[in-house]
């Protein structure tokens, strides 16, 4: 575990701001310039794991091609066989989990208020992910970064893959199973091959657990979790928050369409139908909203 104050590849620990169960993410200063950064680090125990270090430097790998304003802007790799590590921008926000199990009543105001324009901008920024040719295959709250003023990154490219066609498609049909079992579509739990409509699935598993409370479906094993996904319909959101309009709560249901043709062909078409539409009734859309 790296300590504050010490230096690593260059740049100077400052503070933890998360710890996973295969790595740290600190706030660092680069003391040549003083600008600081966000540095993500294998935990010692895992420096040398070779999976660990393979979804490290594909987070990396994938998140350096990116470069859009609701996407974290990865810089810098660095492949150390003993603290391998890579620098993204430092973007000073926490992530919808955290606001969602948090208990001060302030964080559920937050979410109601910004969650059109969150909820836009994590749309904007997979659209372009998937426009440039790759699936997160990983949506879900923890992967989604807000400020105070509603500004959204996408984080955490480690499952990220290439979208296939053609030939290649033979090489990705078969992959591991990654993912995260309550977000993750039935393409994905069959090992099936992946568009950006997976993403689509797992960004309306991920709406639907910000606006209701609670995710579209819940069990007491993954193997039940994966059922429910592949035959399972979702309960309308209105059943379990009365504020949620019936507009939202249809769109919800139609990103969670079991056949990905069934579901909008892309983002781009997400953003449409969310931009006419309002979240909860007590909350009237701005300017800014509409566009």
Do not use: W
Request: with cysteine.
């Amino acid at each position: 575990m790296a300590d504050i104050n010490e230096q690593i590849g260059g740049y100077k620990i400052r503070t933890l701001l998360q710890t996973g169960q295969k790595s740290q993410v600190f706030e660092v200063v680069e003391p040549t310039s003083g600008r600081h950064f966000a540095m993500k680090i294998l935990l010692p125990e895992h420096a040398s794991n070779s999976a660990s270090r393979r979804e490290l430097f594909n987070d990396a790998d994938v998140g350096i091609k990116m470069r859009h304003e609701n996407v974290i802007n990865i810089l810098k790799t660095n492949k150390s066989k003993d603290a391998p590590f890579f620098i993204m921008e430092y973007f000073p926000a926490g992530s919808l989990r955290t606001r969602l199990m948090s208990r001060n009543p302030a964080d559920k105001e937050y979410l109601r208020l910004n969650a059109k324009k969150i909820f836009k901008q994590a749309a904007t920024g997979l659209a372009y992910m998937n426009a440039s040719g790759f699936v997160h295959a990983d949506v879900k709250p923890d992967n989604i970064l807000a400020n105070a003023v509603g500004q959204t990154k996408i984080i955490d490219f480690a499952l990220a893959q290439p979208i296939a066609v053609g030939f290649f498609q033979k090489l990705f049909a078969k992959g591991p199973l990654g993912g995260t079992a309550t977000f993750m579509p039935p393409e994905q739990i069959m090992r099936k091959i992946l568009d950006g409509r997976a993403d689509i699935y797992s960004f309306g598993a991920t709406i639907y657990e910000i606006a209701c409370g609670r995710p579209p479906f819940r069990a007491a094993s993954k193997q039940e979790l994966y059922q429910k996904h592949v035959i399972e319909k979702p309960g309308t959101p209105v059943m379990y928050n009365a504020d949620i309009t019936d507009e939202f709560g249809n769109l919800t249901l139609k990103l969670l369409s079991k056949k990905k043709e069934d579901r909008p062909a892309n983002f781009h078409e997400v953003l449409i139908e969310l931009k006419k539409i309002r979240v909860f009734k007590s909350v009237h859309d701005t300017d800014e909203d509409m566009m």
